[in-house]
């Protein structure tokens, strides 16, 4: 797809220096731009790039100077950084603007769905199905019964979504993960032997809600799992049943939530985090990459370490750890002396 300079500056509100019919068709690094890309500049570090770049146009700052010849055209803007990514949104709808229903794929007849759908082959919409306006749900996804689906949403190829799950508008769920199934719930039996306990409740994904590649998220045993509006989920993280994940909460990959865990609005959670089940994590907690969390959490405090405790603490802690030996070398010394 193809567009010329003056029809992006028209979208990124900015001004041309150069010839405002080169076209671009493609998005690039601007130390890897080629002929008929587009690239962007925001941070000095990459300024000598400017100079020998092969990109066609490239997206600068509105008080940019340049100090030598340049090859290219340049869109100017009051912020290139928050212009490019404004693009890459544009970029990314433009792509998904697909619409109709290929086959083979299957609809039940009980199933509703609303204008502009888009339904990729070999997917599945089960009994009493409610979808809203300009959904797109590519190949090889699974939609059980009783599933309702807001507006502007995206499901990427692999999706599972299990019956009686609610989700708002404008999520998106990345490829390969599951919406809704069962929580890990069994009751101990005398013999050592374990009885499945029925999970019964269901999941319910609020608006503007981000979730990652074959992230799981399981039905609750009794009411629902809730993912709150604006929270973001990345890849390979598992929520178990009746957690609930507060809104524009964050979280990075690999984080595992055992059930019955409570994280609150705007909080940061690292990487191969650990959380206990039946647990609350308050607002606006950081919680550091390979943490263990255990206990509850206050409104604020930023935790590292497992059994996680104060990120400063910690820090400290380390230092000391670190030298142990040394200074067991030298308490020895002491000792003897």
């Known amino acids: ?76 803007v009051e912020d290139a950084y928050l212009a490019f990514t404004k693009l890459l949104e544009f970029y990314q709808m433009t792509k998904m603007n697909k619409q109709g229903i290929e086959q083979p794929s299957f609809i039940h007849e009980t199933a509703s769905y609303g204008d502009d759908l888009f339904l990729a082959a070999f997917s599945y919409i089960g009994e009493n199905v409610k979808i809203g306006n300009n959904v797109k749900i590519f190949s090889n996804v699974n939609i059980a019964d009783n599933v309702t689906i807001g507006d502007n949403c995206i499901l990427q190829s692999g999706v599972h979504i299990m019956s009686d799950t609610v989700i708002g508008n404008h999520v998106v769920i990345n490829s390969g993960s599951v919406i809704g199934a069962d929580g890990f719930g069994y009751a101990p039996n005398k013999d050592g032997s374990y009885t499945k306990i029925p999970q019964t409740g269901n999941v319910i994904i609020e608006d503007n809600v981000n979730i990652g590649a074959l992230t799981t998220i399981d039905k609750a045993t009794l009411g629902s799992t809730i993912i709150k509006k604006g929270a973001k989920l990345d890849n390979q993280i598992q929520v178990a049943h009746n957690v609930e994940i507060g809104e524009h909460t964050v979280i990075a990959a690999q984080t595992g939530i055992a059930g019955s865990a409570k994280i609150g609005k705007y909080c940061r959670i690292g990487g191969q985090v650990g959380i206990a089940g039946h647990i609350e994590i308050e607002d606006n907690v950081g919680v550091q990459a390979q943490s263990g969390i255990g206990r509850k959490l206050k409104s604020g405090s930023i935790v590292q370490g497992s059994p996680a405790f104060d990120f400063g603490d910690w820090n400290r802690s380390y230092v000391l750890f670190k030298n142990l030996r040394k200074i067991e070398s030298r308490i020895t010394d002491l000792e003897k002396n």
Not at 56 to 64: E, G, L, Q, T
């Open 1 to 76: 797809m193809k567009f010329n300079i003056k029809q992006i500056a028209e979208i990124l509100e900015g001004a041309i220096d150069g010839d405002p019919n080169i076209e671009v068709s493609k998005l690039s690094k601007i130390e890897e731009g080629e002929e008929g890309s587009l690239s962007f500049l925001s941070n000095d570090k990459y300024t000598p790039y400017i100079y020998k770049t092969k990109a066609s146009a490239v997206i600068v700052n509105k008080d940019f100077v340049a100090e030598q010849a340049i090859n290219c055209a340049l869109i100017r």
